[in-house]
């Protein structure tokens, strides 16, 4: 399955996740939400695949990546999906659940050009939900009482007086009968979106180069919210000896920011009764429902920020000494940063009679905390690959490959925390009162070898053969079970092509029987990155010590080892037929 990148850019996403659902056969795309610049929640290819991740490879320009919405969607070629086993075995370990190809734009051999796209829109909610009227509310949450205890009568929440005259009441007394449109107050009709591409492209014989800069922002339903990212691909292609010698430099950078409230209002203003008041009538921020207040906690709760920004390239020579044979040198770098703040604040609501009151917190927003994170991770892909490739006869194709793999990726995170701030204007960790900090960290380390190779063969395009094997090393396993082999093979007949066929079938343009095995290693089976290695777990604990109590470290052993853990392994046998 493939498709084309102009035919994603056609429906107009933010992320090229989102734009992949229902776009390619065998994948299925969910979302979970459509917050601006969410991505998809999960991608399957064939569905699941282990009990484990069944996240499928993401593979941009032949170098894998950690996310497919690191890629703009102007800047892609085309898509392509490798769904069987052993079309999939080349790219080893974590192709067990799918490969996902994805070829972005390259220069061409022209003049320089720019071109600029903008467009501006507004994304509008297809349908929102009607809630019930105050009189029938109080119908029912006395017949929900009624029900429990039929003895007690029917008016047991609210009274008769109120039931018929909650609406006539208030008109003339707000505070007391108040009538709040929660989804009203908090959402907006429209959210409005923008986003700006300029590329340049062009090219001779010697240099070809395709830049593309973009700048992309979506608003939300609501006050407070945003996503905004700019994004930037250079594609270099450098021919230093015709036929003989020549490079590739490819650069790409991202960065992005997630601003939005503390407090998400989606739910509660659809379970938030209209009988609970959002502001008082002398504009003073009401209790609500038992300090309960939508309103107040999305426009004075807090806000939360988040920006990463991710740096990407991709080098390359490659030598020809004679025709056919061709060697490959390929490394990889990206750095991965992200950066959060929540900075959640102490909301307060003042009394209907007198504003400059406080009657007390919003519930759940009594004190005002600050709590920070930092990730930042990196990883080299390094690949040298030879390859050949001949015609004999006229008639019989071959095609020869191997290469060797290495990928290393480090990554630590940071988190940080003060809670009851006096100074509750200043978002800084050393604004906050030492007695009341935390802070954590973590860090990993993995690295993978692979050696791999495959052998095609076609004989007048009629009869297709491919073997393929991988050789994969990985860190999370103990040494005596650190390398898994895992070979593949296909074949295919194109019918058509056969004389008797098309003089017993000349309606038939095209007709293909084929069929693949494979075996597939998935190193995936956990969160631990090293499974056959005994983990502690550290802590701080009080004690009671000569009669005062001291902090002290402790340390448990809370994973154990399982030395002999090693690949799971997934096979798959295809039978299929084209035609057309």
Known sequence: ASVKGDDLVTKKTTTLSTALQGSLSGVLVQRSGSAPGASASSIRVRGITTMGNSNPLII???????????VNSNDVESISVLKD????????????AGVILI????????DMSISYNGEFGWEIPTEQPEMVGVTRFLEMYNELSYNDNPGAGFYQQYTADQVKNWVKNNAVDPDNYPITDWKDMILKDNAPRMSHVVSVNGGNDAVRTKVSLSYDEVGALYNGRKFQRFMLRANND???????????LDVNIRRAHNQRPVYD?????????????????????????AGANPYGYLNYGGTYNAWSTQLGGKASIKLTPVKGLSFEAIVSPFI???KSKQFKQAASWVLKDDPSVTGGFLDGYSTTDLSEGRNDNWHITSQVIANY??????????????????????SETLSAARTQYELTEYPYLNVGPEDYQTNAGSGSEFTSNSFFGRVMYSYDDRYLVQANV????????ARKYRWGTFPSASAGWVISKEKWMQSAAPYLSFMKLRASWGMLGNERIGDNYFPFMALLTFNDALFYENGAIVSDKTAAQRVLAVEDITWETNSNLNVGVEFG
Request: net charge neutral.
């Open 60 to 70: 941009v320009d032949g170098v894998q990546t950690d996310d497919i919405d690191y």
């Open 85 to 96: 086993a052993a079309a999939a075995s080349i790219y080893g370990a974590k192709a067990a």
């Open 103 to 110: 070829t972005t734009k390259r220069g061409s051999k022209s």
């Open 238 to 248: 450098f021919t230093i000896i015709k036929d003989i010698l020549s490079a590739s």
């Open 265 to 289: 209002p989606f739910s509660d203003i659809r379970k938030m009764p209209a009988i609970y008041p959002a502001i008082w009538e002398n504009g003073g921020i009401a209790e609500g429902k």
């Open 336 to 338: 991965n940063y992200t």
């Open 389 to 410: 490739a001949a015609t004999f006869a006229g008639k019989h194709d071959l095609n020869v490959m191997a290469g060797y793999e290495n990928y290393l990726m480090n």
């Open 470 to 477: 991988r050789h994969d090393g990985s860190s999370r396993f």
